[in-house]
């Protein structure tokens, strides 16, 4: 028996050591990811499942950058649109130490280059007719930092600094986290159609952070940032401050969170 065999039937046997499992909750455990994607633009069928040689390789491959080795073309793609989250990111501070208006345009054109890479590593997984192991998770961690911590930053740059606002702000990034972490474990539960594409969100899809992106590169565009801020701010002069136009930030974020709502894929 070879060395990747016994490496595979270790890991089949870790997961099914636990007594408590019951045979269906054994079978969703032990089968094999499909890549999703958690964006608007899933696939419109789903991909067939890594077989066994996957599991192997990146259980027993021990090579030098075997991790590298193992990543799907697609899963490359995803990696630049969490590079594009990143330059985002480091445009809205260099905004803040220059205070040069084209960094933060800059950091609004990277968040819609990682849109791009958003929608392009689903339809280069599809072309391939591979999924990846790691496709989903990749592609949940790489939303949140186009999708998320990266328009927050760019919300600060701007003039959203009172206590409350950045409070807002986290509340913001963190239901767009919980709102990926609960479609990874939940998508199998989702009714699917005959293609064996879900038939709804559950809550706002991240990638609609985009919105108050848009709504952002406007205010810059129109020099309505920091003092200028439409709507101004309520509770001036207290420790509970905030900017009117911050609450739309909350109330999107609660709206991620949904369960009950339920917005038909297109």
């Excluded at 608007?40 to 950058?65: G, M, N, Q, V």
């Excluded at 080795?69 to 630049?80: E, G, K, V």
């Excluded at 986290?170 to 009714?191: E, K, Y």
Aim: overall charge neutral; hydrophobic content about 40%; some cysteine.
């Amino acid at each position: 028996m070879t060395s990747n065999t016994t490496g595979f039937q270790k890991f089949d046997s870790a997961i099914a050591s636990d007594s408590e499992v019951d045979e269906s909750e054994l079978h969703m455990t032990t089968g094999p990811p499909l890549r999703r994607s958690s964006s608007l633009f899933s696939l419109k069928e789903e991909l067939p499942k890594p077989d066994e040689k996957e599991y192997i390789k990146f259980i027993d491959d021990e090579r030098h950058f075997s991790l590298i080795r193992n990543l799907h073309m697609a899963d490359f793609i995803t990696l630049l649109n969490g590079f594009s989250g990143f330059y985002a990111i480091i445009s809205c501070l260099r905004y803040s130490l220059t205070g040069k208006s084209n960094y933060v345009q800059r950091a609004h054109f990277f968040i819609l280059l990682g849109l791009f890479f958003d929608f392009f590593d689903g339809r280069v997984a599809r072309l391939r007719n591979k999924s990846s192991l790691m496709g989903q998770e990749l592609d949940s961690l790489a939303d949140l930092i186009s999708f998320g911590v990266g328009p927050a930053t760019i919300a600060f740059s701007i003039g959203f600094q009172t206590t409350v606002d950045v409070l807002f702000l986290a509340f913001w990034v963190l239901c767009g986290l919980t709102r990926l972490a609960r479609f990874n474990i939940s998508t199998n539960n989702i009714p699917k159609d005959h293609t064996g594409k879900s038939q709804y969100f559950e809550g706002l899809p991240i990638p609609t952070n985009l919105f108050w992106v848009m709504v952002m590169a406007f205010l810059v565009k129109k020099d309505w940032i920091h003092q200028n801020l439409p709507w101004g701010t309520v509770l001036q002069n207290t420790p509970f401050e905030f900017h009117l136009i911050c609450v739309g930030f909350f109330i999107h974020g609660c709206g991620e969170i949904s369960k009950s709502l339920k917005i038909p894929k297109p």
